[in-house]
C-alpha cells in the first residue's frame, strides 16, 4: 500500500501492457496540478482530510500529460498527443496549478519509435493537454511533429468544435489541426483492434477508444475520469465538464463497465496509477492499479 500511495502522488512514468498482439504503453509528456477542492467542486475539505494518499506535498492531485501508444506489429497508432513544448505557472485561485509539457517525442525515441513512425493520432477530445504535439512544431521544423498522420477526432467534437473555445482551445489551435482531420463515428474501427467510443459530456464529442485483444479489452476512458477517487464517486465531476449530468452518466456506467471480466482502465491523468482494474471496496468500487 505504501508504494501505491507513492504512486498517487506523482505523475506516471513509462508504463507498458501486452493484451495478445498489443501492446499499449503511456508516453508521458509532462505533468499538471489540479487544486483538489477547484477541480472537483462537489467534494469537500473532509474528503480530502479523509484522503491525503491523493494529495502531493502541495495539496495538489499530481495529474500527468502525455499520450497511450498502441502498437501492433510494426504498426503504432497515438492516442492524444499531451501538452507540447510549453509550460505555465499556477495562477492563484484557478483550479489548475502549474502545467507543463514537452517530454512525449524524447519519450518516444526511448521506445523505439519517432513521429513518423506513427501512422494515426486519435483524439479523446480537443482540449489543449491533449492537442500538444499535434499543433505545436517539432523541433527545427515549421510543421507539426505528427502533420504526416490522419488526426482522428469524434464529429460531434469537430462540428461543434467553437464550443471548447471557452475552455481554452482557441481558433489558432483549431485552425492548426484543421489540414490534418479525419472525422470518425461511432463504433469505427481506427486500428486494428481499436474502436472509437462516443461519451459526450465532458465535451461535446468526447471518445473513449475500446481497445481488443487476447481476450482482453482495455478502455482509454480519457478525461471521463481524472483521479482514482472518482471511481468510488462517479457522482464527482469536473469544473470544465461541458455537460455535468451527461458526464456524470457516463462515469457511472464507465466503473460499472471496468468491474467486467479481462476489463482494464487507463486514465491517463491517473498519477502512476494509469493502468488498472475497478474492483468492489468496502465503500464502494475501487481503481486497483496493475504493476505494468
Known sequence: MTNTNERLRRPSRI?????????????????????????????????????PEYLDESGHLAA???GLLVERGDRALLIDTGFGPQSFPAE????????????????????????RDVEAVAFTHLHVDHLGWAQHPAPGGDRPAFAHADYLVAEP??????????????K?????????????????????????????GHTPGHAAYVITSGGKRLLAF????????????????????????????????????????????????????????????????VWRPLDA
Do not use: K
Open 64 to 66: 500527468g500529460i502525455g
Open 15 to 51: 508504463r507498458s501492457l501486452r493484451l495478445g498482439e498489443t501492446r499499449v504503453t503511456y508516453v508521458p509528456d509532462g505533468s499538471v496540478q489540479l487544486t483538489p477542492r477547484g477541480w472537483l467542486p462537489d467534494t469537500t475539505d473532509a474528503v480530502w482530510a479523509a484522503h
Open 172 to 200: 489558432e489551435a483549431l485552425a492548426a489541426l484543421e489540414p490534418y482531420v479525419r472525422t470518425v463515428s461511432d463504433g469505427e474501427e481506427v486500428f486494428p483492434g481499436v474502436r472509437v467510443r462516443f461519451v459526450p
Open 157 to 170: 467534437e469537430w462540428s461543434q468544435r467553437h464550443l471548447l473555445e471557452a475552455h481554452g482551445t482557441g
Open 92 to 115: 492563484p485561485g484557478a483550479p489548475i496549478g502549474a502545467i507543463h509539457g514537452g517530454a512525449l517525442l524524447d519519450n518516444l525515441a526511448a521506445l523505439g519509435r519517432r513521429p
Open 222 to 285: 480519457g478525461d471521463a475520469l481524472h483521479s482514482p477517487i472518482q471511481v468510488g464517486h462517479p457522482e464527482w465531476g469536473s469544473v470544465v465538464d461541458h455537460d455535468s449530468p451527461e458526464s456524470a452518466g457516463f462515469r457511472r456506467r464507465l466503473v460499472a463497465e471496468l468491474q467486467e471480466p479481462d476489463t482494464i482502465g487507463f486514465g491517463i491523468h491517473f498519477a502512476d496509477v494509469v493502468f488498472g482494474q475497478v474492483r468492489p471496496g468496502a465503500n464502494g468500487a
